[in-house]
């Protein structure tokens, strides 16, 4: 600021000035009761209307007959909209609408076992972390239907997405109705914070794109984004084993070459797929089975644990270890593909 | 530093110049306020003393100088931006980014010890790997396509610079959201006017708003009380665009997005006046950013974005039916 000056003739000077919290609260205080520009010029409308129609020979209130009309004709239709979804744009109605065909994929057509759901804990936000498998986020859905049904909490749980899935026509408003959010760290932290439980799949891209040979080998969690996360947000890691969802649409080869003009990271060649066309995008009725494990406390770490390399790193290797061996113990309870 | 005794407005007939000059002269014992602009709004009242400057005029950087000192200006509002993207690239140009470096000079010179930039949250760019909420520290990276955008950006980096070398002075950047409300008008109110609305095919991402009067009060506060840094003015909540149109009992024209935007492209390049194709990538990635630093700052909005679009809705339907 430049040197005081003194006030010029005819300035007011504004005793509040110098104090930040009374000004903004006077703007604040005035601005609900100022009126604007068409406020205006409803006042002006209203003196009109009074001085010219007889008010109270009739008893009518021409006025309050005015105003009413005019918020009924401007919001016609529109309040009784219970359009409302959350700021992850999670749309409860479309969720309930979509819960009966989740329940026949989930019983009938996947028939699905849940095992170690007691060990999991209830009434607090947990960072369920998966093997991933497919294109398609079947197992994301499906470990969200299965928490939902086990109403654990009252929240939502999340399944994060891959970028390039979200980017896809359809696949986006489908995918964020019903639970789905984009992978990124930010996204994950801020639905922890709000108590919602988040299901990852930090093998990331290596493990969509798996191809069928390699299924049920989990891959390396990309570079502890998962483990910080969970440090951070001082939630319990639950491994999550999906064995099943591997065969839903078991990837035989992958053309790569035709997959940048499509925008995709690769075209998948399934024994359905593109052979039968849209048709070969439905996931064959393989047996799943879903084992939740031990959880793994966070919240006795350092809160700065996320910093320290080596244990995030060996946290991290833990964490794929005890996955790899709730998907090996699936595989080897199971009788067959089909069950 | 206490309110300042004197403001002064660039891009006086812009709306936030406009109706902040409004506000400011409505308070009873507010600043003295000062337009610069190339014309006179023919709606303002004979309160505000106006100047003439054509910031891309090379020497405009000395006679802005002048009349701060000369008018003691101890505030100014940067508005003086295009409101809608023109076919005009040069122009653009030469008004956003060598106008603000004409303005920064101008401050410097005069020592203007707070300054209040207006931007918008469209400069953080449409893209699908975005998070859900950008707050205040991520990377502006505009839109490839979008000059206006591009050069908005631009703009940012030199005020983020002059911030950093005058450390004396308050520099308070406020990025609104799309603004809704009943006087508003742009671009994008305008494609969300009509009764048909065109969206990209297979996209419905979640949008938000902030009504006038809560960008306005930011500005304001940010005029008059000390709010240093970058400040994201949105309004609480998101919608998605389908549910905004059916709330409004509009239809939607969904188009497949490779042809949406080679029509747009072309509609744009003959100069109908349409933006270019960039816009619909704001209607099809998300850029929601994250108000919560706003809010704290300027306080809780008082309209929400679903408020603030049904505000937008009903007072254009009275205009039907006046």
């Keep these: ?339 | 530093m206490h309110a300042p005794g004197c403001v002064a407005i660039t891009g006086l007939r812009s709306y936030v110049g406009q109706r902040l000059a409004e506000r400011l002269c409505a308070r009873g014992r507010g600043p003295r306020v000062l337009g610069i602009d190339l014309r006179r709004p023919w709606r303002l009242e004979r309160r505000v003393p106006f100047e003439r400057v054509d910031l891309t005029d090379p020497t405009a950087n000395a006679r802005l100088a002048e009349i701060f000192v000369r008018e003691r200006v101890e505030a100014v509002v940067h508005a003086a931006f295009r409101r809608d993207p023109t076919p005009d690239l040069e122009a653009d140009h030469e008004l956003e980014t060598i106008g603000t470096l004409q303005l920064l000079h101008a401050c410097a010179a005069a020592k203007v010890s707070r300054l209040v930039v207006a931007s918008s949250t469209m400069l953080y760019g449409p893209y699908p790997d975005n998070p859900q909420y950008l707050t205040e520290a991520h990377p502006l990276r505009g839109h490839p396509d979008a000059h206006c955008v591009r050069n908005r950006v631009e703009v940012e980096e030199l005020v983020a610079d002059w911030s950093r070398k005058r450390p004396d002075a308050d520099v308070t950047v406020l990025r609104c959201a799309w603004i809704m409300g009943p006087t508003y008008w742009d671009r994008v109110v305008r494609h969300f006017s009509g009764a048909l609305v065109t969206t990209v095919l297979g996209y419905d991402p979640l949008l938000q708003f902030v009504h006038e009067e809560d960008c306005l009060d930011a500005f304001e506060q940010a005029v008059l009380e000390r709010h240093r840094g970058v400040y994201n003015v949105v309004a609480p909540g998101a919608l998605p665009l389908s549910m905004l149109l059916r709330l409004a009992g509009k239809r939607s024209l969904p188009v497949p997005a490779p042809l949406l935007y080679r029509l747009q492209d072309l509609a744009s390049r003959a100069r109908t006046g349409d933006p270019p194709a960039a816009f619909y990538d704001y209607l099809r990635w998300s850029w929601l950013a994250d108000g919560e630093r706003g809010w704290n700052a300027f306080g809780e909005p008082v309209y929400s974005t679903r408020e603030a679009w049904i505000s937008f809705v009903s007072s254009r339907r009275m205009r039907q039916y006046r």
């Design chain 1, 1 to 339: 600021m430049s040197e005081p000056r003194e006030p010029r003739p005819n300035e007011p000077v504004d005793p509040l000035a110098s104090d930040p919290e009374g000004a903004a609260a006077e703007a604040r205080a005035r601005r609900r009761a100022e009126t604007s520009l068409l406020q205006e010029a409803l006042a002006s409308l209203r003196a009109e209307l009074r001085a010219r129609l007889p008010s109270d020979e009739r008893g009518i209130d021409w006025l309050a007959l005015f105003d009413a009309l005019r918020v009924k004709l401007g919001t016609t239709g529109m309040r009784s909209l219970p359009a409302e979804v959350d700021e992850f744009g999670l749309d409860l109605a479309a969720l309930e609408r979509a819960r009966p065909w989740l329940d026949l994929l989930f019983e009938r057509w996947w028939r699905v076992e849940v095992t170690g759901l007691d060990d999991v804990p209830r009434e607090r936000p947990c960072l369920f972390v998966a093997n991933h498998s497919g294109l398609l986020p079947w197992d994301g859905l499906m470990i969200a239907h299965a928490l939902a049904r086990a109403r654990l909490s009252p929240h939502v749980p999340r399944f994060l997405v891959e970028d390039w899935l979200l980017s896809l026509p359809f696949a986006q408003p489908f995918l964020t109705r019903l639970g789905g959010v984009r992978a990124c760290r930010e996204n994950a932290e801020r639905l922890l914070r709000t108590g919602c439980s988040v299901i990852a799949f930090p093998e990331g891209a290596k493990g969509a794109t798996k191809v069928f040979r390699e299924r049920y080998r989990v891959q390396r969690f990309g570079r502890g984004g998962v483990v910080r996360t969970a440090i951070a947000a001082r939630v319990p890691l639950v491994p999550v084993g999906v064995v099943g969802a591997e065969e839903a649409h078991p990837v035989l080869f992958r053309i790569e070459s035709a997959a940048r003009a499509l925008g995709l990271p690769f075209v998948p060649v399934t024994p359905t797929f593109p052979w039968l066309g849209p048709l070969g995008l439905v996931p064959l009725p393989s047996k799943w089975w879903i084992g939740f494990g031990e959880p793994i406390r966070t919240d006795e770490l350092a809160p700065d644990g996320e910093h320290d390399e080596i244990l995030v790193w060996r946290l991290n290797e833990q964490l794929r270890r005890a996955v790899q061996a709730r998907v090996d113990e699936g595989l080897r309870t199971r009788p067959s593909v089909w069950g």
